[in-house]
């Protein structure tokens, strides 16, 4: 197999490593720490440091496939090239149409915090998820070059604010807060693990992207080791506050950063609250989007989509018939939750499985790609066992994989033959 290290992308290594923090801190940060707290306790610190442990292997794993096999099939391609085209389409089918779901809940999550600013309640949140989706999708048909600056701009005052939310309130820490450590007991902190799955899904988001940088192989490992510091500390940092800050309180909080900069800065802040969850929404929408927008033109080039959609599966070109394809069916799943009044929840949950899936066969396809007894190698070995125990946790919700899985190879099936490996040879 050949492997690919030149690029006509346009990503610079800032860019890349903002595009990084916008997909995996997303909307994490915006009520996780204190559900997180609810259900552990202090002791929820805990799984946030196994989290940002166990992502490091994780997202060095997809680095180092992604500046090998640069393409925009991302860990579908990956898997095609270890399994064949049947993974390939499973794992594309995973990915692709897990991200309406996941737009649907982020832009409710953002929303939520909209209508505690300004009132309206169920309508506001809708109304404003909305909003969200509409400016992501024409953020995207301008490209990945607009949509990096974009990310970068994003990011940098995402970071601001968090890093000002967390040093404003930390004068007001109590370290008293701290105990009881466990009041919940130590299996709590295994629950408290898989809720916070969420928070850390999005180091595979960017190897869609990877033939986009400038210079892949030397800018998107260097890109993943500087997200991967900067959001662990983020995290740890802002679910820090939250116990020691809020205390008890903090279980029972809806808005937890808006909380903190109450805390921190005085008088109302639901505003300040509402313009951060509006930037972590709109990062990880954007990272989200501009990444399976590129998985879908690749799908339709390799034959795993209708080929209508290939167009855009090109390192420097936008693709727009897939991109609409996202926008529309992000709305719809946006309409079939408010027409439901279920909430955010199951569209969570649905995501999170999809994301499993997609994990489990990434790294299957790192041990069998990346060079034996290499230290990428090992890695993805450690990543593997990890992947694995997410599986066992996402339980009855891989159900929605199992089905995309059964769709994927229904529609090779219609096609009435296997496809070729694409435009690339793979000798």
Not at 96 to 102: E, H, T
Not at 221 to 233: D, F, I
Not at 236 to 243: E, G, S
Request: aromatic content about 8%; some cysteine; charged content about 10%.
């Amino acid at each position: 197999m050949t492997e690919q290290s030149t690029s006509s992308g346009s990503l610079t290594l800032v860019q890349g490593t903002a595009m990084y923090v916008g997909a995996v801190l997303g909307t994490g940060v915006i009520a996780l720490p204190a559900l997180a707290a609810k259900v552990a306790g202090p002791a929820s610190l805990l799984a946030w440091v196994a989290l940002v442990v166990l992502s490091a292997p994780l997202a060095a794993v997809f680095a180092a496939l992604g500046s090998r096999y640069p393409d925009a099939g991302g860990v579908s391609y990956y898997a095609r090239l270890a399994f064949g085209p049947r993974a390939a389409a499973v794992t594309g089918w995973c990915f692709y149409f897990a991200i309406p779901c996941g737009a649907a809940a982020a832009g409710l999550f953002g929303g939520a915090y909209v209508a505690a600013a300004v009132g309206g309640g169920q309508l506001t949140t809708g109304v404003t998820a909305a909003v969200l989706m509409v400016l992501v999708g024409l953020g995207n048909t301008y490209g990945v070059k607009v949509s990096g600056r974009f990310q970068l701009g994003l990011a940098g005052l995402l970071v601001a604010l968090l890093v000002a939310a967390v040093a404003a309130s930390l004068p007001h820490a109590d370290l008293a807060r701290l105990h009881p450590f466990a009041p919940h007991g130590w299996g709590a902190v295994g629950s408290a693990a898989a809720l916070l799955v969420w928070s850390f899904a999005g180091w595979e988001a960017i190897t869609h992207l990877a033939g986009e940088f400038r210079s892949p192989r030397r800018d998107l490992p260097r890109a993943t080791a500087l997200a991967v510091v900067l959001v662990g500390a983020l995290y740890l940092a802002l679910a820090f506050a939250v116990i020691v800050v809020l205390g008890p309180g903090a279980a029972d909080s809806s808005a937890p950063l808006g909380d903190l900069m109450a805390t921190g800065l005085g008088g109302n802040a639901r505003w300040l609250a509402a313009g951060s969850a509006l930037l972590l929404t709109l990062g990880a929408m954007n990272a989200y989007w501009a990444g399976a927008a590129k998985l879908g033109a690749a799908l339709g080039r390799d034959g795993q989509l209708p080929a209508g959609l290939a167009r855009g599966s090109m390192a420097g070109e936008v693709p727009r018939r897939s991109l609409a394809v996202i926008t529309v069916l992000s709305g719809l799943s946006l309409g079939a939750v408010e027409l439901a009044g279920v909430g955010p929840q199951p569209l969570v949950l649905l995501t999170t499985g999809c994301f499993t899936a997609v994990y489990v066969m990434g790294v299957a396809a790192a041990v069998r790609l990346l060079p034996r007894r290499s230290p990428a190698w090992w890695l993805a070995l450690v990543a593997l066992a990890a992947v694995a125990v997410l599986l066992v946790m996402s339980g009855p919700y891989l159900l929605w994989p199992l089905l995309l899985a059964a769709g994927a190879l229904g529609y090779q099936r219609y096609r009435g033959r296997e496809m070729k490996p694409g435009v690339r040879e793979l000798a």
